[in-house]
Antibody, heavy 125, light 107 residues
Framework: EVQLVESGGGLVQPGGSLRLSCAAS????????MNWVRQAPGKGLEWVSY????????YYADSVKGRFTISRDNAKNSLYLQMNSLRAEDTAVYYC??????????????????WGQGTLVTVSS | DIQMTQSPSSLSASVGDRVTITCRAS??????LNWYQQKPGKAPKLLIY???SLQSGVPSRFSGSGSGTDFTLTISSLQPEDFATYYC?????????FGGGTKVEIK
């Protein structure tokens, strides 16, 4: 069974840092691209970042570029999000999501077939 | 970035109703369009990928159509478990964007 379990969320002051982790199991983690997606309280979904299966290709949303860093450790089946210079507007539930960019050999682009349960990050003084 | 606009933002419907949700992209995205369902306090669930392909395990009352800039998600006969918020998402660009969501409520 595919499982994604996020951790590391919590309360942090503006300007502070936090590192989120996502532990993957039930599939060959090193074969899949991964993403972080967030959802502010009562709001819609916002994609945050993407990392390729090897870690060689990375993309960020403009809203987090220069402040957040995505990384992965395929030996540990883990995905990370280092968040620095946090702002109130970063307050959200953060989800890790598995990316299926190809189905039966057909490229479909970033599509998220499994999600974790989410971890809440609150930025407040 | 590609902007995704969903309409309506909310709707009220009864069990058994046919429901249609629309998603429009700010530029052509071919068929690189996905639909998700999200229930309160839960992670989103992939329903439809590549505009019209049903994700494994999703009931056949859900269907998707469209290409280019205009897309629709249709629920042929609304069931009690379908009351949720639905999001479209473009997968054309490496910078992924979601629509604002459509909340389907009980009439």
């Amino acid at each position: 069974e595919v499982q994604l379990v996020e951790s590391g969320g919590g309360l942090v002051q503006p300007g502070g840092s936090l590192r989120l982790s996502c532990a993957a199991s039930g599939f060959t983690f090193s074969s899949y691209e991964m993403n972080w997606v967030r959802q502010a309280p009562g709001k819609g979904l916002e994609w945050v970042s993407y990392i390729s299966s090897s870690g060689s290709t990375i993309y960020y949303a403009d809203s987090v570029k220069g402040r957040f860093t995505i990384s992965r450790d395929n030996a540990k089946n883990s995905l990370y999000l280092q968040m620095n210079s946090l702002r109130a507007e970063d307050t959200a539930v953060y989800y890790c999501a598995r990316d299926i960019r190809k189905v039966r050999g057909v490229i479909i682009g970033s599509s998220f077939d499994y999600w974790g349960q989410g971890t809440l990050v609150t930025v407040s003084s | 970035d590609i902007q995704m606009t969903q309409s309506p933002s909310s709707l009220s419907a009864s069990v058994g109703d046919r429901v249609t949700i629309t998603c429009r992209a700010s530029q052509s995205i071919s068929s690189y369009l996905n639909w998700y369902q999200q229930k309160p306090g839960k992670a989103p669930k992939l329903l439809i990928y590549a505009a019209s392909s049903l994700q494994s395990g999703v009931p056949s009352r859900f269907s998707g159509s469209g290409s280019g800039t205009d897309f629709t998600l249709t629920i042929s006969s609304l069931q009690p478990e379908d009351f949720a918020t639905y999001y479209c998402q473009q997968s054309y660009s490496p910078v992924v964007t979601f629509g604002g969501g459509t909340k389907v409520e009980i009439k």
